[in-house]
T-cell receptor
């Protein structure tokens, strides 16, 4: 049973481009979380999704950021018109259900140049 | 007041010593509790779930105190490889069962 898979592991984008981060949850997991982490800082919650539904997006900026978790396929975190301040590690985690433990992918390190 | 609070540390501990740290939570309806560890520039990894009766996994013991609203993690016979940041996590109905994370406690084991 493969773990949570994130790709790409590293992504370099120029300012103004779009970044698409993918997360395939563990088999059977229908809950996905996205987090952002800057060096030497803690995890910052961005969005919590269940299949086809956004449950809580309170941690996600209103502009330029969007997330989806379609019925088929991976969860996608999309950042439009990236700026230098978007450079960070983005972690995805999945869980089996409510109150269950979450398992993390290895993260995508986004660098905006 | 943060929902989940942890002493950020760092805790500097000699190898072989026992170390313990707590995590307090503000929502009395919290129902699930976990400890994760995160190594520098890596993803968090589940260390152990915390059960009402307390639980032990090798050198690690986790306890839940509902009356005082905290969970604890005890590490015995600490190893150099235990150096990491330890994250406390809870969830409750009020947060749509979303996982609520503490900011972490940094532990440094010294030889």
């Amino acid at each position: 049973n493969a773990g949570v898979m994130q790709n790409p592991r590293h992504l370099v984008r120029r300012r103004g481009q779009e970044a698409r981060l993918r997360c395939s949850p563990m088999k059977g997991h229908s809950h996905v979380y996205w987090y952002r982490q800057l060096p030497e800082e803690g995890l910052k919650f961005m969005v919590y999704l269940q299949k086809e539904n956004i449950i809580d997006e309170s941690g996600m900026p209103k502009e330029r950021f969007s997330a989806e978790f379609p019925k088929e396929g991976p969860s996608i975190l999309r950042i439009q018109q990236v700026v230098r301040g978007d450079s960070a590690a983005y972690f995805c985690a999945s869980s089996l259900g409510v109150m269950a433990e979450a398992f993390f992918g290895q993260g995508t390190r986004l660098t905006v140049v | 007041r943060k929902e989940v609070e942890q002493d950020p540390g760092p805790f500097n501990v000699p190898e072989g010593a026992t170390v313990a740290f707590n995590c307090t939570y503000s929502n009395s309806a919290s129902q699930s509790f976990f400890w994760y560890r995160q190594d520098c520039r890596k993803e968090p990894k589940l260390l152990m779930s915390v059960y009402s009766s307390g639980n032990e996994d090798g050198r690690f013991t986790a306890q839940l105190n509902r009356a005082s609203q905290y969970i604890s993690l005890l590490i015995r016979d600490s190893k150099l490889s235990d150096s990491a940041t330890y994250l406390c996590v809870t969830s409750n109905m009020d947060s749509n069962y979303q996982l609520i994370w503490g900011a972490g406690t940094k532990l440094i084991i010294k030889p």
